[in-house]
Nanobody, 122 residues
Framework: QVQLVESGGGLVQAGGSLRLSCAAS????????MGWFRQAPGKERNFVAA???????YYADPMKGRFTISRDNARNTVYLQINSLKLEDTAVYYC????????????????WGQGTQVTVSS
């Protein structure tokens, strides 16, 4: 059983930056594709970005440019850097882990974290 714990969320002014972290435990980190998702108020959860053990990354089209996913395999941690934050980035950000790349990007990871709230103010 893999446990995922997100951190780094908070209240940020528009135009600022934030780095979210997701620490994984209870499994072999190298086995998992790691991803970030977000759910805005009243909306469904959407895929943001994912990264494989090798460091290969993939982003949802709307996220390209301001979002950067990375992973530290030695620390079993995946990060999401968000720059030039916008009001519409306000959401709960979730970390997911899965063994199947396509399923994870489709929103079907094997494991979910509890989420971290990001609120962008004007």
């Amino acid at each position: 059983q893999v446990q995922l714990v997100e951190s780094g969320g908070g209240l940020v002014q528009a135009g600022g930056s934030l780095r979210l972290s997701c620490a994984a435990s209870g499994g072999t980190f190298s086995n998992y594709v790691m991803g970030w998702f977000r759910q805005a108020p009243g909306k469904e959860r959407n895929f943001v970005a994912a990264t494989k053990w090798s460091g290969n990354t993939y982003y949802a089209d709307p996220m390209k440019g301001r979002f950067t996913i990375s992973r530290d395999n030695a620390r079993n941690t995946v990060y999401l850097q968000i720059n030039s934050l916008k009001l519409e980035d306000t959401a709960v950000y979730y970390c997911g882990a899965g063994t199947r790349w396509v399923e994870l990007m489709r929103g079907e990871p094997d494991y979910w974290g509890q989420g971290t709230q990001v609120t962008v103010s004007s």
